[in-house]
């Protein structure tokens, strides 16, 4: 698949896998298991996730989910990560990261030591080695996947819908075999959203989410979810952030560049892009490629009308729909939908599709 198509078609139907990036959750502990903590309030609660240094830790994380989506399989680039069975992440708490991906027999390990970034995949026994340019390593979190981090995805969750939200202390919870608060966020009446609360285990001594619940309205167990299993809080050896490819695997090694043309494109992507509303409503509305659902994929094995074909999985998993905006695709799920209009605009966020098309009208 080319890359500009293999994007879109991650953009138009993978939006609703993270819609408007509220989907982060975690597995419920036990109704026993509440341990006696001191008294906290929700502010200070916040404020200290928000700060939270948990240094050098190594754990292991556990995904489920139950979104809603059509049986897509790989049909979608990145949907297979909301079926692994396990994820094991290190950190050296100052930047370099170790993540270890379980999914059935098969293992991909990404190692990033600060200057390079390993992906190797067992299944088919090839690695990518990226040198990250100077002027980008400098940046904060460059290279990092913060869909594997809980402390980033849940201090960017907590800053998007904090004020919009009525944030309370709802017990406490053993996560990890570790006591936690139970911080709960949910959403303010005046807001339009497909969810109904936000629960985020609180490490009671780092500060560190263990685990977010997202929970949609009409449902009583969590969308999706995100937890550790196992973590302990301890230095981690240097030789974890470091990766020899194994004997016989075959290495491409890429510098990523950035000439005029990128920036032209991503200026031009940046003011296509609009968001509208704020905190639990809020629409990402924009522009694609005039040509991106026309290209046919050219690869062997990728043909028009095949399942990585972009238009033909627009017909297969969406709904068709019409109004004063236009006509186009909806793709809706637990926790967020997203619209493709035949012209090319597209609208998403954890709303319902009356929320994409008020959206999709202003100008």
Request: proline content about 6%; charged content about 20%; overall charge neutral.
């Amino acid at each position: 698949m080319k890359p500009k198509t293999k994007g879109i078609t991650a953009a138009v139907l993978g939006t609703a896998l993270g819609a408007g990036g509220l989907a982060f959750v975690a597995m419920p502990a036990s109704a026993d298991d509440k341990p006696a903590l001191p008294q906290v309030s929700a502010e200070d609660l916040v404020q200290s996730v928000m700060k939270a240094k948990p240094g050098a830790f190594d754990g292991t994380v556990k995904v489920s989910n139950d979104l809603g989506l059509p049986a897509i399989g790989n049909a979608v680039p990145g949907a297979s990560a909301l079926n692994m069975d396990s994820a094991h992440i290190f950190t050296d708490g100052a930047g370099k990261s170790r993540l270890a991906v379980t999914q059935g027999a098969s293992q991909e390990t990404v190692v990033h030591d600060g200057t390079t970034v390993w992906d190797y995949s067992s299944k088919s026994n090839t690695a990518t080695k990226v040198t990250i340019p100077a002027e980008v390593a400098q940046q904060k979190g460059a290279g990092s996947d913060k869909t594997a981090d809980p402390v980033a995805a849940s201090t960017e969750l907590l800053a998007k819908v904090r004020e919009s939200s009525t944030v309370s202390v709802d017990g406490t919870a053993t996560v990890a075999d570790r006591p936690a608060y139970e911080l709960v966020l949910t959403p303010k009446p005046t807001e339009r959203t497909l969810l109904r609360e936000i629960r985020v285990a609180v490490d009671s001594q780092t500060r560190m989410p263990l685990r977010v619940s997202v929970l949609s309205n009409g449902t009583s167990t969590p969308a999706l979810e995100v937890a550790f299993t196992e973590i302990q809080f301890t230095q981690q050896p240097a030789d974890l952030f470091t990766f020899t490819p194994p004997k016989g695997a075959k290495v491409q090694e890429k510098t990523p560049t950035i000439d005029q043309q990128d920036k032209d494109l991503a200026e031009q992507a940046k003011q296509d892009v609009k968001v509208v509303g704020d905190g639990w409503d809020t629409v990402v509305t924009g522009k694609i490629p005039a040509d991106a659902l026309n290209a046919a994929p050219k690869q062997q094995g990728e043909r028009r009308g095949g399942a990585t074909d972009p238009q033909a999985l627009l017909d297969r998993f969406a709904k068709k729909v019409s109004g004063a905006w236009g006509t186009g695709h909806l793709v809706t799920t637990k926790v967020g939908s997203a619209v493709l209009t035949d012209d090319g605009r597209f609208a998403a966020g954890a709303v319902p599709e009356q929320v994409l098309y008020e959206a999709l009208g202003q100008k």
